[in-house]
Nanobody, 121 residues
Framework: QVQLVESGGGLVQPGGSLRLSCSAS????????MSWVRQAPGKGPEWVSQ????????RYADSVKGRFTISRDNAKNTIDLQMDNLKPEDTALYFC??????????????RGQGTQVTVSS
């Protein structure tokens, strides 16, 4: 069955960095568009970053542009999210998801359980 497992979350001070990783199994990863999505307490989920099948194109939400970098390794079936210059408003549950293609509307068919990121001094 499809499994997406995230790791790398934690507590970090404002201005700090974290690197999230998502390991995928149960489907042909190399043909899947993937996304990182976050959900803050009391808010709906929002996509943070998306990446195409070959890892050559990426999209970012305006709120993280210039601070976050998405990447993938199709040999290892993983996607990563490097998060720099973190802000308190980045605090959320982050999960990876399989998406049909690039798009502004959040849409996915599989997602992981997520990893918590907390930015606080």
């Amino acid at each position: 069955q499809v499994q997406l497992v995230e790791s790398g979350g934690g507590l970090v001070q404002p201005g700090g960095s974290l690197r999230l990783s998502c390991s995928a199994s149960g489907f042909t990863f190399s043909t899947a568009y993937m996304s990182w999505v976050r959900q803050a307490p009391g808010k709906g989920p929002e996509w943070v970053s998306q990446i195409n099948v070959g890892g050559t194109l990426a999209r970012y939400a305006d709120s993280v542009k210039g601070r976050f970098t998405i990447s993938r390794d199709n040999a290892k079936n993983t996607i990563d999210l490097q998060m720099d210059n973190l802000k308190p408003e980045d605090t959320a549950l982050y999960f990876c998801a399989r998406i049909p293609s690039f798009g502004d509307v959040l849409e996915y068919d599989y997602r992981g359980q997520g990893t918590q990121v907390t930015v606080s001094s």
